[in-house]
């Protein structure tokens, strides 16, 4: 009788301990399956470096302290005429801790064929562009760059790829992406001018 109780509490010691080992298990799968599925995403940018159109490197962390609106440009889209709206919005607000980032792109219709060196010229000489301009860039396929996976893989805006020319994304003073805005979105629009004067005041 004595050995039956004996075996009967060792099984109940084994089952236990079985069931919070297979417990621990699942739970540590479900965990790393959150991640890998992308549930779990950075929503920052300063953990990202982009090339000017020079070929040099920056951190994007640099520009903590600026609230900052990343654009996918080109200089032959229906769209292009934004880079007017763009500089003038960028002369109001740059002496409060505003940045636009300009990323040229091809990835739409082949709306950007030009050099760095040719789009910059386009920009300086049609509009006057003095915002900074990136190296042109891919932001679809499998050579998206690193920015614009984090600006359409994110738990703060809509997970989608970027549909056109003219996107916008305003990110705050310590690098977290704050909203999304489509193409048609002008910039010097109400709805934009009004989220980056909230950003800059707070």
């Known amino acids: 009788m004595k050995n039956t109780a004996v075996k009967y509490v060792l099984f109940i010691i084994v089952f236990f301990s079985a069931s919070i080992l297979g417990y621990t298990i699942l739970k540590n799968n479900e965990i ?23 070929g040099k490197d920056i951190k994007l962390s640099d520009y903590n302290g600026k609230v900052l609106l990343i ?13 007017e709206r763009l500089e003038a919005i960028y002369k109001i607000y740059k002496d409060k801790g505003f940045e636009i980032l300009a990323f040229p792109c ?18 300086s000489s049609k509009y006057s562009i003095t915002f900074k301009l990136f190296d042109k860039i891919k932001v679809l396929g499998s050579d998206k760059v690193a920015l614009y996976e984090r600006l359409t893989n994110n738990d703060v805006t809509e997970k989608s790829d970027i549909g056109w020319n003219f996107e916008k994304f305003l990110v705050d003073k310590n690098g977290n ?3 999304r805005f489509k193409s048609k979105i002008k910039p010097d629009s109400k709805e934009l001018t009004s989220a980056i004067e909230k950003i800059l005041a707070n």
């Open 71 to 83: 654009v996918n440009v080109a200089s032959e889209c229906g769209y292009t005429p934004q880079y």
């Open 177 to 179: 992406i704050i909203q």
């Open 106 to 123: 091809n990835d739409f219709g082949g709306q950007e064929p030009g050099t760095n060196e040719e789009i910059k010229d386009f920009c």
């Open 32 to 54: 790393n399956s959150e991640t890998k599925s992308g549930i779990k995403m950075k929503s920052d940018i300063n953990d990202i470096v982009v090339k000017d159109m020079d």
